[in-house]
């Protein structure tokens, strides 16, 4: 099973009423760069999902899973 990290970032996301463009600076990347992420057309580094964990105050297990 391949996981799907891209809905897991637009649920949080929006859940938490960010923009594309503001998740992308507090990642310090670009809106494009996130926007693949968002369409699984990238992958992650564990650095920058340590980083998403702590904007949404989530564990990286939480994040991992299906249940946000």
Do not use: F, P
């Not at 990347?29 to 989530?58: G, P, V």
């Amino acid at each position: 099973m391949k996981l799907n990290i891209g809905i897991q970032l637009r649920k949080l996301r929006n859940k938490h009423n960010y923009s594309q463009q503001a998740v992308a600076a507090y990642l310090e990347i670009s809106r494009n760069a996130y926007i693949s992420w968002e369409s699984n057309k990238a992958d992650l580094t564990i650095s920058k999902l340590e980083l998403i964990c702590d904007l949404y105050n989530i564990d990286l297990l939480t994040l991992l899973s299906h249940q946000i």
